[in-house]
């Protein structure tokens, strides 16, 4: 199982990004992917998530602004980012769920991670 994130960068306040997560050995219709972020000496926070069956679930910090979705015949998890602030600079990464048929928010559920990519959003 490898998960591959790619597509962060600087970016201006107010502005966006997507976030692509190419995902090898996990079947969509079976396992949720996440997203995750973590600045230095916080943990790791669950963003938005796909479950399985497609069912989308967002923190209350991205909930309106961001957009996770995926694309089965490119193994591809997708998080489109908009009116990013300041607060949103963190590492991000994308995880394959343990377990097949089940959905939990919590990273320690999560046993394959991508290898995170920086986003720095600029005041």
């Known amino acids: 199982v490898q998960l591959q994130a790619s597509g962060g960068g600087l970016v201006q306040a107010g502005g966006s990004l997507r976030l692509s997560c190419v995902v090898s050995?996990?079947?969509?219709?079976?396992?949720?992917i996440g997203w995750f972020r973590q600045t230095t000496g916080k943990e790791r926070e669950s963003i938005a998530a796909?479950?399985?069956?497609?069912?989308?679930h967002y923190s209350d910090s991205v909930r309106g602004r961001f957009t996770i979705s995926r694309d089965t015949a490119s193994s591809t998890v997708y998080l489109q980012m908009n009116s990013l602030k300041p607060e949103d600079t963190a590492v991000y990464y994308c995880?394959?769920?343990?377990?097949?048929?089940?959905?939990?928010?919590?990273?320690?559920?999560?046993?394959?991670w991508g290898q995170g990519t920086l986003v720095t959003v600029s005041s």
């Open positions: 995880a394959s769920g343990a377990r097949p048929y089940y959905f939990t928010p919590q990273p320690e559920d999560y046993d394959y």
């Open positions: 796909i479950t399985y069956t497609g069912r989308l």
């Open positions: 050995g996990r079947t969509f219709s079976r396992y949720s």
